[in-house]
């Protein structure tokens, strides 16, 4: 028939991922820890984009706006193959919502020196 | 001579507040309390636009994100009289930098029990 055979043309609309957020080839993903892990250390099991399992060990105090580098665990760079973007995890800390009269008294006498 | 008179117009600029931002009538200020403070409690003297000082009492735990809403410390309205916005105040905690392996074993102890 009278039709032109043309290119095809794909439009990729990057649906917004619920646990990461990209940006360039970095991944940024926000982990919820607790406030006794924050203050104590703790060991994470990340799970990645592509099925994979990383865990992650902090040992440092996790202070608001903690964020830590996974570096070449982002996207692929689609330019220069093997090359991947960092993967940031930053961190939200989870404070109890109460605390017993004992516990604030216990928790004065252990932080009263400590900035 | 031959100059018409004309009305004066000014034109205000508001400049940004190092302490409080401004939100219609509302203020918003961000207040820094220690990990200590947030925990067990604090009594802080919040200076005011007017020059005035506020004392402000907080006994709940200080989660991250905690604001506390002031009724009527904030901006007057300038088309109500007498009527005023109100001062919200946010919370920022700074976590020790470092804690020893014996305060770590203590608050875990503490914290243990608690979500």
Known sequence: MG?????LTFVIVEKEHEVFKREGDDLEMAV???LLE?????ELSVALLDGD???LRIEDVIHPGYVTVV???GMPNLKEKG???DLRVRFRTKFP?????????????ILQDSS
Chains 1, 2 share one sequence.
Do not use: F, W, Y
């Open 3 to 7: 039709s032109v055979p043309a290119d």
């Open 32 to 34: 919820e820890v607790s």
């Open 38 to 42: 924050a203050l104590t250390g703790c």
């Open 53 to 55: 399992n990383m865990s």
């Open 71 to 73: 570096q070449g665990k």
């Open 83 to 85: 090359k991947r973007g």
């Open 97 to 109: 919502q109460h605390l017993t009269d004992e516990q604030r008294a216990e928790i004065h006498s």
